[in-house]
Nanobody, 124 residues
Framework: QVQLVESGGGLVQAGNSLRLSCAAS????????MGWFRQCPGKEREFVAA????????YYADSVKGRFTISRDNAKNTVYLQMNSLEPEDTAVYYC?????????????????WGQGTQVTVSS
C-alpha cells in the first residue's frame, strides 16, 4: 500500500510560480512511475505531467509544456511539480498519483494510488 500526500498549493498571481510536492509513504515508490493530474469543479480529471521511475522519461500536457517541470527524488520518496508562469487557467485541485509499473502514462485510469489533492488558485 502507498500513501501519497501533496503539499505546496496556494493562491498566487498570474505569472508567478509554485512548487508542489508529493511525499510517498507506506512503501518506496522508487520503482513506480508517478504522475500529476488536475481537476476543476464539474470537469474531468486531466493529465498534467508524468515521470518514469528513474526520471529519465517525462511526459507533459500540451497546455503546460515549457512552463511546468516534473522531477523526483527517490532517496526522499518524493515527486515535485515546478509550475512557472502560472495562468488563471491553471487553477485546479492538483493530484499526485502512482502507477504499479516504472513506465509513465497519460491515462489516469492506469494509476493505482492517489493523494487527496492540493488546491492551486491563480488570480489574474
Amino acid at each position: 500500500q502507498v500513501q501519497l500526500v501533496e503539499s505546496g498549493g496556494g493562491l498566487v498571481q498570474a505569472g508567478n510560480s509554485l512548487r508542489l510536492s508529493c511525499a510517498a509513504s507506506g512503501r518506496t515508490v522508487s520503482s513506480h512511475a508517478m504522475g500529476w493530474f488536475r481537476q476543476c469543479p464539474g470537469k474531468e480529471r486531466e493529465f498534467v505531467a508524468a515521470i518514469s521511475w528513474s526520471g529519465g522519461r517525462t511526459y507533459y500536457a500540451d497546455s503546460v509544456k515549457g512552463r511546468f517541470t516534473i522531477s523526483r527524488d527517490n532517496a526522499k520518496n518524493t515527486v515535485y511539480l515546478q509550475m512557472n508562469s502560472l495562468e488563471p487557467e491553471d487553477t485546479a485541485v492538483y493530484y499526485c498519483a502512482a502507477r504499479l509499473t516504472p513506465v509513465p502514462s497519460r491515462d489516469r485510469y492506469e494509476y493505482r494510488y492517489w493523494g487527496q489533492g492540493t488546491q492551486v488558485t491563480v488570480s489574474s
